[in-house]
């Protein structure tokens, strides 16, 4: 097997032992496997090639960009029989049509290369998430992501016109069309988007573009619920319209880990507050018009009293500073310890009640759990992590009349300490997964909204989507891939 791979690929291209540990865990190292080898091709031809090779010899493939899932679902499991396809390689823009506003780029490529190709045109490729530096369009599309500009521009499902699809009999489906409308029987591209490699490996898509906007504004304001920032919501799409790009919803304990584990970056408030929203106005009118348009709503937020304070950009720099409080949570979520994240989606209208509701329950059964809250208030989508308690909260009362231990001694009782906390929570991992689960599903909810299902959740999702829905799924799954061999274990 390995020497007919690497007669396709190269010897260099195929990696077993040491070469190959790097690809066999998730980004979270909640998730380690085995594979024969990795294997990364250079071309959708060698794509095609090692699917062919492996439908015939029926090797299970799992497909992997830049790693960065959060589901388990680019790691292999333990039985070391499948093979990890790293498309990293893949990782060509083979052309921008500036006039048809389209991209035509390979799985391969860097999300943040595209955005930076697509701005030396005068175009805005609008996708943009925290791992955008290491995140690939493939991966992009394989889970239907979603970022910070969802309200304005839709999710990655949304953002793509056509696919180029390698079929797990070793086929290559050309779907790299241009299009906007095009009515000719089933729309396969939205077969693939979203099914996480288990019906076939995108190899290349055609990606929607935008003209670049000209100004934009950036304000960081600070709340006292939730429910005012669903208020705030309606407001800022009553004043700014189809100007509102972004609107990102966090909570205090989110800024606190942010200043914690990035000293450069703080609040730029006085006092602390419960809830953040973060707001971007984006405008192909003169900046001065996106000022005033961002000051009005300020102005008429702090009348309506939904507002306790608020910071407003007055430059790219400030802007910048103002993201980075937003976009680092998870990577000072990730330093604080271990975590259990929540990724999902209840209507708007109903977040305000979910939260209140959710906290108050994992509270009640889970005493000491901290709630790490943020996301994409503008569509409904929350990442709803728990936390172990904060190391600080958990030193132990030395009495100073009785004995007087050093910082050293201090800081390490008190890594025992959360270390511990953290081993107690992921045992009540399952527990604390169905209480959420539960309550997103009482409230019309999605239990992943773009993270996807991988290995993570799927013994979750028989228990939301009915009989005929899993059956359905199931299906489709059997007509495309009736050997089983594409992303095995993963979502079903």
Same mark, same amino acid.
């Given at each position: 097997?390995?020497?007919?791979?690497?007669?396709?690929?190269?010897?260099?291209?195929?990696?077993? $032992?040491?070469?190959?540990?790097?690809?066999?865990?998730?980004?979270?190292?909640?998730?380690?496997?085995?594979?024969?080898?990795?294997?990364?091709?250079?071309?959708?031809?060698?794509?095609? %090639?090692?699917?062919?090779?492996?439908?015939?010899?029926?090797?299970?493939?799992?497909?992997?960009?830049?790693?960065?899932?959060?589901? $388990?679902?680019?790691?292999?499991?333990?039985?070391?029989?499948?093979?990890?396809?790293?498309?990293?390689?893949?990782?060509?823009?083979?052309?921008?049509?500036? !006039?048809?506003?389209?991209?035509?780029?390979?799985?391969?490529?860097? !999300?943040?290369?595209?955005?930076?190709?697509?701005?030396?045109? $005068?175009?805005?490729?609008?996708?943009?998430?925290?791992?955008?530096?290491?995140?690939?369009?493939?991966? +992009?599309?394989?889970?239907?992501?979603?970022?910070?500009?969802?309200?304005?521009?839709?999710?990655?499902?949304?953002? /793509?016109?056509?696919? #180029?699809?390698? =079929?797990?009999?070793?086929?290559?489906? +050309?779907?790299? =069309?241009?299009?906007?409308?095009?009515?000719?029987?089933?729309?396969?591209?939205?077969?693939?988007?979203?099914? *996480?490699?288990?019906?076939?490996?995108?190899?290349?898509?055609?990606?929607?573009?935008?003209?670049?906007?000209?100004?934009?504004?950036? %304000?960081?304001?600070?709340?006292?619920?939730?429910?005012?920032?669903?208020?705030?919501?309606?407001?800022?799409?009553?004043?700014?319209?189809?100007?509102?790009?972004?609107?990102?919803?966090?909570?205090?304990?989110?800024?606190?880990?942010?200043?914690?584990?990035?000293?450069?970056?703080?609040?730029?408030?006085?006092?602390?507050?419960?809830?953040?929203?973060?707001?971007?106005?984006?405008?192909?009118?003169?900046?001065?018009?996106?000022?005033?348009?961002?000051?009005?709503?300020? @102005?008429?937020?702090?009348? @309506? @009293?939904?507002?306790?304070?608020?910071?407003?950009?007055?430059?790219?720099?400030?802007?910048?500073?103002?993201?980075?409080?937003? *976009?680092?949570?998870?990577?000072?979520?990730?330093?604080?310890?271990? +975590?259990?994240?929540?990724?999902?989606?209840?209507?708007?209208? /109903?977040?305000?009640?979910?939260?209140?509701?959710?906290?108050?329950?994992?509270?009640?059964?889970?005493?000491?759990?901290? &709630?790490?809250?943020?996301?994409?208030?503008?569509?409904?989508?929350?990442?709803?992590?728990?936390?172990?308690?904060?190391? #600080?909260?958990?030193?132990?009362?030395?009495?100073?009349?009785?004995?007087?231990?050093?910082?050293?001694?201090?800081?390490?009782?008190?890594?025992?300490?959360?270390?511990?906390?953290? *081993?107690?929570?992921?045992?009540?991992?399952?527990?604390?997964?169905?209480?959420?689960?539960?309550?997103?599903?009482?409230?019309?909810?999605?239990?992943?909204?773009?993270?996807?299902?991988?290995?993570?959740?799927?013994?979750?999702?028989?228990?939301?989507?009915?009989?005929?829905?899993?059956?359905?799924?199931?299906?489709?799954?059997?007509?495309?891939?009736?050997?089983?061999?594409?992303?095995?274990?993963? &979502?079903?």
């Amino acid at each position: 097997m390995l020497d007919r791979l690497r007669a396709i690929v190269g010897t260099q291209q195929v990696l077993t $032992g040491e070469e190959a540990t790097a690809y066999l865990t998730d980004w979270r190292k909640r998730f380690i496997g085995h594979a024969q080898a990795v294997v990364r091709p250079a071309n959708v031809e060698e794509v095609a %090639a090692v699917v062919r090779l492996c439908a015939q010899t029926r090797t299970p493939i799992v497909p992997q960009g830049g790693n960065t899932g959060l589901v $388990g679902g680019a790691t292999p499991d333990r039985a070391g029989q499948a093979l990890v396809m790293s498309l990293t390689r893949l990782n060509h823009i083979r052309s921008i049509d500036v !006039l048809n506003n389209t991209a035509i780029v390979e799985a391969g490529v860097v !999300l943040q290369t595209l955005q930076e190709r697509a701005r030396e045109v $005068g175009r805005l490729f609008p996708l943009s998430l925290a791992a955008q530096g290491s995140a690939t369009i493939g991966g +992009n599309l394989s889970t239907n992501a979603g970022g910070t500009q969802v309200l304005r521009y839709g999710n990655a499902r949304d953002l /793509c016109l056509g696919l #180029e699809v390698v =079929t797990p009999e070793g086929e290559i489906w +050309n779907g790299l =069309t241009g299009l906007r409308k095009n009515n000719t029987g089933y729309d396969l591209r939205d077969i693939f988007i979203g099914a *996480e490699g288990t019906l076939g490996i995108i190899t290349a898509a055609c990606m929607k573009l935008y003209p670049l906007p000209s100004s934009s504004g950036t %304000a960081l304001i600070a709340l006292h619920s939730v429910s005012q920032a669903l208020r705030l919501l309606e407001l800022s799409q009553r004043i700014a319209g189809p100007t509102l790009t972004g609107f990102e919803l966090f909570n205090e304990l989110s800024l606190l880990l942010v200043e914690k584990h990035f000293p450069t970056q703080k609040s730029p408030f006085e006092q602390r507050y419960p809830q953040y929203v973060l707001l971007e106005l984006s405008n192909h009118e003169p900046e001065e018009q996106t000022r005033l348009l961002m000051e009005r709503l300020l @102005e008429a937020a702090f009348e @309506e @009293e939904l507002v306790a304070d608020a910071v407003l950009a007055q430059n790219t720099k400030q802007a910048q500073q103002l993201w980075a409080l937003r *976009e680092n949570i998870s990577e000072a979520q990730a330093a604080e310890g271990k +975590n259990i994240k929540h990724d999902i989606s209840v209507p708007i209208s /109903c977040i305000s009640e979910f939260v209140s509701q959710t906290d108050a329950l994992l509270q009640q059964q889970f005493p000491h759990v901290r &709630m790490v809250t943020f996301g994409h208030l503008g569509d409904g989508n929350l990442h709803y992590n728990v936390s172990a308690a904060l190391a #600080e909260t958990l030193q132990p009362p030395f009495d100073p009349s009785i004995n007087q231990p050093s910082e050293a001694k201090i800081a390490q009782t008190a890594h025992e300490i959360s270390s511990k906390t953290e *081993e107690k929570l992921l045992l009540q991992q399952s527990a604390i997964y169905q209480l959420v689960h539960d309550q997103v599903h009482r409230f019309g909810g999605s239990i992943s909204a773009e993270h996807g299902i991988g290995q993570l959740k799927r013994e979750e999702l028989p228990r939301y989507k009915s009989a005929v829905e899993m059956r359905l799924l199931q299906t489709i799954k059997n007509a495309l891939d009736p050997q089983g061999i594409m992303n095995p274990g993963k &979502m079903l």
